[in-house]
């Protein structure tokens, strides 16, 4: 089976959903497509231009995109048999693989080749995959004997909780004159509980970033920048534990309630309480 690129993945579900009248002709910019793939404008940009090249989109003087409705139509019935599937997320089956081996405690060396040909990838991308991951605080590249993967330790979760309780809520306190009504609410509409156990979660971890960065401090953004991306990973592999999340979605519409109806006493509080109790999965690995 032929592997999609990304470009040729969104150009095929253009096409799908464009035969299928799925997306409305304001949603065909540059600014909202890269919204609707969360991708950046550059695999966009490609997929128009080609959809253009082929005769499925055409631009008018005004520069607005326009469907060709009669080149559409020809692929209406194939689209109704057939959604072409996403390309392959390698980094984020890479990160899963790794953290399943960091939590269980193994500390190992990982070879390029053997990798590379585990997930049948180019040893080029297995190593911009690891440079990332490297970024992150999950690998450490060692010259001559490979990359050595972070081992989990509960008494590092519990350093680093410490000192995060301590940093968030300064940012916090620093974050209140310059937080924006808008940006709480829609975060606020991005944390739902599920009314039905087969609805699927829907989670915005947003708001730790968005305090964080309205807090103006150098040395809070740095800590969190430096220390805190592979706890971030960490937590989003938590939150795969369906009541985690929901507990988690509980405690973030506390707090952005209490910051909604400028409650700071009582958003210090949520937050610190959502801070130290949030990982009950993560708790329960004593390592």
């Given at each position: ?97 790794l953290l399943a081996m960091s939590l269980n405690g ?48 509960q008494h590092d979760l519990d350093a680093f909780i ?30 739902q509980v599920p009314e039905t156990v087969e609805e ?88």
């Amino acid at each position: 089976m032929q592997i999609l690129t990304l470009t040729n993945y969104i150009k095929a579900d253009l096409i799908s959903r464009l035969s299928r009248a799925e997306l409305p002709p304001e949603s065909l910019t540059l600014a909202a497509l890269s919204d609707h793939y969360q991708v950046s404008v550059t695999p966009i940009y490609h997929a128009i231009n080609e959809l253009i090249e082929a005769g499925y989109l055409y631009r008018e003087k005004n520069r607005r995109l326009y469907v060709n409705q009669d080149k559409i139509g020809d692929a209406q019935t194939a689209a109704q048999s057939h959604q072409p599937a996403p390309p392959e997320d390698h980094f984020k089956r890479i990160t899963d693989d790794l953290l399943a081996m960091s939590l269980n405690g193994e500390s190992l060396f990982l070879r390029e080749a053997a990798s590379a040909k585990k997930y049948g990838i180019s040893r080029t991308s297995l190593r911009n995959i690891f440079n990332r991951l490297a970024g992150d605080g999950v690998l450490e590249h060692v010259p001559r004997r490979g990359w050595k993967l972070r081992s989990f330790n509960q008494h590092d979760l519990d350093a680093f909780i410490e000192v995060r309780v301590g940093l968030e809520l300064k940012a916090l306190d620093l974050a209140k004159g310059r937080l924006d009504r808008q940006v709480l609410e829609k975060i606020l509409a991005g944390n739902q509980v599920p009314e039905t156990v087969e609805e699927p979660l829907q989670i915005d971890n947003s708001l730790h970033e968005y305090l964080i960065k309205q807090s103006d401090n150098y040395y809070i953004i740095s800590f969190f920048d430096r220390h805190g991306r592979y706890f971030d990973l960490l937590f989003l592999w938590e939150s795969n534990d369906r009541k985690a999340a929901i507990q988690e979605i509980q405690q973030h519409q506390r707090i952005l309630n209490a910051l909604l109806n400028e409650d700071w006493k009582l958003a210090r509080k949520e937050l610190e309480l959502h801070l130290r109790s949030n990982h009950p999965v993560l708790s329960q690995l004593k390592r």
